[in-house]
């Protein structure tokens, strides 16, 4: 089973479209994050939500979404896409918000032309 | 301004020997240490954690030093296992934080057998 999993896997699009990335955990976790992975290899936080509610938002520009439908989702809708939006996008959740133990999904590849 | 920083690139090791990776911060008001190992096309695995009220923990093959005064953190694997190879991650947060992790750019880990 599938602890933190994510769709799709591969996103390659054209600069200027719009798209979703899904992530799910049946963990049971009441706390999400996105992390971006850019080309220095370096994994930094966008956003967390605990409880469908928005807790971090790191300086992130407002073309990137996130919806929490419910604990166990949290989506991320990017507009108007960029070449340097080209990155792994990872999600993650934690047991509770002050846990720093955090389990992440697979990774999307995003790859814009 | 990086203040998780790995700085060696990667690391080479012989089977059944010690593997030490490194990771500094400058960030005087993290107290929570992560490491987390990575394989390629999966996302980052929680391997072991410490707080800033100890200077050592292990569990099993692994075991993570912190010295505060150098703001200084290493990982220890002994002994080292082919399947030890991956990239590994050194992360910090702060109790005040809501969980957010600001992590190094990582070190790969090549075990030869």
């Known amino acids: 089973d599938t602890a933190v999993s994510q769709t799709p896997k591969y996103l390659v699009t054209q600069m200027g479209n719009d798209k979703s990335i899904k992530c799910e955990q049946n963990?049971?976790?009441?706390?999400m994050y996105w992390y971006k992975q850019d080309s220095k290899k370096f994994l930094k936080i966008m956003f967390s939500y605990n409880n469908k509610e928005l807790i971090i938002n790191e300086t992130v520009p407002n073309r990137f979404s996130p919806k929490s439908p419910d604990k166990a989702h949290l989506n991320l809708h990017i507009n108007s896409l960029e070449l340097g939006d080209s990155a792994v996008y990872f999600c993650a959740s934690s047991q509770e918000l002050a846990r720093n133990e955090q389990f992440f999904g697979p990774g999307t590849r995003l790859t814009v032309l | 301004d990086q203040q998780v920083k790995q700085n060696s690139p990667s690391l080479s090791v012989q089977e059944g020997r010690i593997s030490i990776l490194n990771c500094d911060y400058t960030?005087?008001?993290?107290?929570?240490f992560l490491w987390y190992k990575k394989y390629p096309a999966e996302g980052p695995t929680f391997l072991i954690s410490i707080s800033s009220i100890k200077d050592k923990n292990e569990d099993g093959r692994f075991t993570v030093f912190l010295n505060k005064s150098a703001k200084h953190l290493s990982l220890h694997i002994v002994p080292s296992q082919p399947g030890d190879s991956a990239v590994y991650f050194c992360a910090a947060s702060r109790s005040t934080s809501y969980g957010k992790l600001t992590f190094g750019q990582g070190t790969i880990l090549t075990v030869h057998p």
């Open positions: 960030n005087s008001m993290f107290d929570y």
């Open positions: 963990l049971g976790h009441d706390t």
